[in-house]
């Protein structure tokens, strides 16, 4: 228990990485074993203790799982449902809240949380930059929201493998995919109303310390002949493109649209207006060649920002007589000067130095190109979705996951194959499964997993198990579930919530015995208890993620996650009081 409360003050203070912490503490546990083993085994059983959790079906479908998400991520899978949301926002911001909440709930179910936020940020951005609500509004409800679609089944997050696993490694029966859902289910509709009617209203307006500015390029879509926009009037132009779009289609002498289209936005505007009117904004014959080469040699294609330098060989040159090979330029961004600026607001105008190119190419042609052009390449370049594949990731997603669902075979096996699939079928690449991948994540399971073991083997659980117990032997059930739930709490807001997932289960466990109660709702107060984690930026990764992005305060957090917290605790606590009839 001592080492268990070291792993919970390194994790609390924040001096170290997790990462440290997590191999330190899978040293200490090595070490002492070593020096003074457990009775009846020898020095050497510490160090299969210590370092099992490496080698545990828990992290192997954690690991698998991240592999899919980052599939139906890299594909852009997902952008249908993030196009659909920008349709509800415009017509209703209240409304759009509300189906923002219910979506992510719903996607994270099934999805990592993080790759479900790393989506929503630049949505939920972009919402506010025309005319929606402020991102220090939505971003912690929607965080909520991802949090708690992620604590109602059992791969929603990783902490709820680990609990599941370690119940099942003390003897419990094993729990399915949706075997909890629909307590969770209940308890998120209790909480819903808080978390869009009020939760809003409790967190600040940031928007003028947050930098909205959004780099706006010069560019020509290139419209098929055959299509249905050509021979259109401007005016029914306008209600098919986005509103941040402005355009000056070329008429032809009877003043219809032509098959060619200036655009002026950002580069996700000038990608959606391309999308809806089936357009190009490079040349078709240049785009499909560049493609077949990145499929043939299998690597993804990026979309970079490049400043023309002083010595530039561009400068002064159009894009049409430039020369530019081996690589798209989809756009451009005019650097214009305050006086004496000549040159038109014009795609088609001569560059000059500042201007940044919008361009689309391989790697290595994106640097070959800045090089001999004499162009800066920014850093963050963009990669482009795989969206040929788009369908069959979400294919192989459903999949892995229906038929751990059924029951037809465990979810380390069937997200195993999905993770398989996933590489076998160019989704994810191999050679990038490192950005698929949590270092952090994958240490910091297999030191909770030996954490875990050792708190049972060591007896620990038991002690600490039978001194609940007597404190608690007199109390209804409800409070026993609220008392391990908000024990678990305290522990993930201000420690590591898979580390009290580790220590949580086994204690809950034990308790479970010397209560005579089942032991099923008791591990699930605990697993409900790891994912209560709203009340602090450092209480999961997905928090610290939108702390910048929303420009929050620890005291933002407090204020608005606490009641959240209060109102999920004693909602679950009595449903499963109810669902199991104890």
């Known amino acids: ?310 010595d530039s060989r561009l400068i002064g040159h159009t894009l049409q007589a430039a020369g530019i090979e081996g690589v798209a330029v989809l756009g451009v961004h005019q650097a214009r000067r305050p006086f004496r600026e000549t040159r038109p607001q014009s795609v088609d105008a001569p560059m000059a130095e500042g201007d940044v190119l919008l361009v689309m190419g391989l790697p290595d042609d994106l640097s070959s190109f800045a090089d001999l052009e004499g162009l800066l390449m920014l850093e963050g370049g963009q990669e482009m979705a795989r969206s040929t594949k788009a369908k069959l990731a979400l294919a192989i997603m459903l999949g892995s996951v229906g038929l751990a669902s059924v029951g037809l075979v465990p979810i380390a096996i069937s997200s195993l194959a999905g993770a398989i699939l996933m590489f076998a079928t160019g989704c994810v690449k191999f050679e990038r499964v490192g950005r698929a991948l949590s270092a952090k994540v994958i240490v910091l399971v297999a030191a909770s997993i030996a954490l875990g073991k050792f708190v049972l083997d060591s007896g620990a659980a038991e002690w600490l198990g039978t001194l609940l117990a007597s404190g608690l032997q007199h109390v209804p059930a409800a409070a026993v579930l609220a008392s391990i739930m908000l024990f678990v709490t305290l522990l993930t807001n201000f420690a590591s919530n898979t580390t009290a997932a580790a220590v949580g289960t086994p204690i809950a466990f034990n308790l479970a015995q010397t209560l005579e109660l089942p032991a099923e709702p008791l591990v699930l107060a605990v697993l409900f208890g790891c994912n209560l984690c709203y009340a602090t930026p450092v209480a999961y990764q997905t928090n610290m993620m939108i702390l910048t992005e929303g420009d929050y305060t620890f005291k933002d957090y407090i204020r608005s996650g606490i009641p959240l917290v209060a109102i999920m605790t004693v909602s679950l606590s009595i449903l499963l009081v109810i669902w199991y009839g104890i």
């Open 1 to 310: 228990m001592l080492l268990a409360g070291a792993m919970f003050y390194a994790f609390a203070n924040g001096r170290l990485r997790v990462e440290i912490i997590s191999l330190l503490t899978m040293a200490a546990i090595a070490l002492g074993l070593y020096v003074a083993p457990m009775p009846g085994d020898d020095k050497w059983a510490g160090l299969e203790l210590a370092f099992q959790g490496f080698g545990h079906y828990a992290l192997v479908t954690i690991c698998s799982l991240m592999v899919l998400g980052r599939g139906l991520v890299v594909t852009g899978a997902l952008d249908p449902a993030a196009r659909a949301l920008n349709k509800v926002w415009k017509w209703n911001r209240q409304l759009g809240l509300l189906v923002t909440l219910v979506l992510c709930l719903g996607m994270s179910m099934i999805i990592n949380d993080t790759p479900v936020l790393v989506l929503m940020i630049p949505i939920l951005a972009q919402l506010a930059a025309n005319g929606g609500m402020p991102p220090s509004k939505t971003l912690i409800p929607v965080n909520a929201a991802i949090l708690i679609g992620g604590m109602s089944t059992s791969i929603g997050t990783s902490t709820n493998l680990l609990v599941v696993s370690i119940a099942n490694d003390l003897g419990m029966e094993p729990i399915g995919v949706f075997h909890f859902t629909p307590i969770v289910l209940i308890g998120a509709l209790v909480a819903l109303p808080y978390m869009w009617l009020v939760m809003p209203r409790l967190l600040p307006d940031n928007s003028s310390t947050i930098s909205q500015e959004t780099r706006t390029y010069l560019a020509k879509l290139r419209v098929d002949a055959a299509s249905s926009v050509v021979g259109k009037e401007p005016d029914e132009l306008r209600d098919m493109m986005p509103d941040d779009v402005s355009f000056e289609p070329e008429l032809d002498p009877a003043g219809k649209v032509g098959n060619r289209i200036a655009v002026t936005g950002s580069y996700d505007a000038l990608r959606e207006t391309a999308r809806k009117l089936g357009a190009s904004l490079a040349p078709v014959w240049l785009v499909d060649r560049i493609m077949k080469i990145s499929q043939r040699s299998t690597e993804d294609l990026i979309v970079a920002e490049m400043i023309i330098a002083p």
